[in-house]
């Protein structure tokens, strides 16, 4: 049932009557990135996730998002969508990142977010930007099930609008915390990759 919601509310973005949509994604020469939005997000398995205070404080406040920015090569999201020019907003992220906390980060049972948890989110970016933003905001990393839900979302930066969101569901891998779920975001940014290169081929 979730995943057919997840259909019905991404046609209903695409289609609706936002100021932007997919085509204008594909259109944008730039594309300003936000990284990885943890201020939703819950640790599923506490077995997984032994030190509630590290994974905290040195990885979803600095860690993995100052490596998905500087390792531009693996993460090139300019690359993923086909070459556009890439404006980073690490500062930013990592601010609004800042305000997680350690309380509840961590459990043992089942997780969503809601579309409204997604809106309510971007309404949060208040940027002196204009033009297109794309940001992966996490719903969880889950050990007990090895895997992770990312909402990858495009937004207009001036209205703070919803452009196009959708859930991806991969597998993280690899050693060590900081790599384990970094591949999960890295095959998030790769089935990123196989839709836009379908909205190019309908839009441009």
Same mark, same amino acid.
């Given at each position: 049932?979730? +995943?057919?919601?997840? &259909? =019905?509310?991404? $046609?209903?973005?695409?289609?609706?009557?936002? /100021?932007?949509?997919?085509? *204008?994604?594909?259109?944008?020469?730039?594309?300003?990135?936000?990284?990885?939005?943890?201020?939703?997000?819950?640790?599923?398995?506490?077995?997984?996730?032994?030190?509630?205070?590290?994974?905290?404080?040195?990885?979803?406040?600095?860690?993995?998002?100052?490596?998905?920015?500087?390792?531009?090569?693996?993460?090139?999201?300019?690359?993923?969508? +086909?070459?556009?020019? &890439? =404006?980073?907003? $690490?500062?930013?992220?990592?601010?609004?990142? /800042?305000?997680?906390?350690? *309380?509840?980060?961590?459990?043992?049972?089942?997780?969503?977010?809601?579309?409204?948890?997604?809106?309510?989110?971007?309404?949060?970016?208040?940027?002196?930007?204009?033009?297109?933003?794309?940001?992966?905001?996490?719903?969880?990393?889950?050990?007990?099930?090895?895997?992770?839900?990312?909402?990858?979302?495009?937004?207009?930066?001036?209205?703070?609008?919803?452009?196009?969101?959708?859930?991806?569901?991969?597998?993280?891998?690899?050693?060590?915390?900081?790599?384990?779920?970094?591949?999960?975001?890295?095959?998030?940014?790769?089935?990123?990759?196989?839709?836009?290169?379908?909205?190019?081929?309908?839009?441009?």
């Amino acid at each position: 049932m979730k +995943k057919l919601l997840l &259909v =019905i509310f991404t $046609l209903f973005m695409a289609g609706s009557g936002f /100021s932007k949509g997919l085509k *204008d994604v594909v259109n944008a020469n730039e594309i300003h990135w936000f990284g990885v939005d943890f201020t939703n997000a819950k640790m599923i398995g506490s077995t997984g996730f032994t030190h509630p205070d590290i994974i905290c404080n040195r990885y979803i406040k600095e860690k993995w998002n100052t490596y998905v920015f500087n390792e531009k090569d693996k993460y090139d999201i300019g690359k993923f969508l +086909k070459g556009k020019e &890439v =404006i980073p907003h $690490l500062d930013f992220i990592l601010e609004r990142n /800042s305000v997680v906390s350690t *309380d509840n980060l961590i459990i043992n049972k089942d997780y969503q977010i809601e579309h409204s948890d997604i809106k309510n989110t971007i309404r949060e970016y208040n940027t002196q930007e204009r033009g297109i933003g794309l940001v992966f905001i996490v719903e969880s990393f889950n050990k007990l099930e090895e895997k992770s839900n990312i909402w990858v979302t495009f937004f207009d930066t001036a209205t703070n609008e919803i452009i196009y969101t959708q859930e991806y569901e991969v597998k993280p891998g690899g050693f060590g915390v900081l790599n384990y779920w970094l591949r999960g975001v890295y095959n998030t940014c790769k089935e990123l990759k196989k839709d836009y290169l379908k909205w190019y081929r309908e839009y441009n």
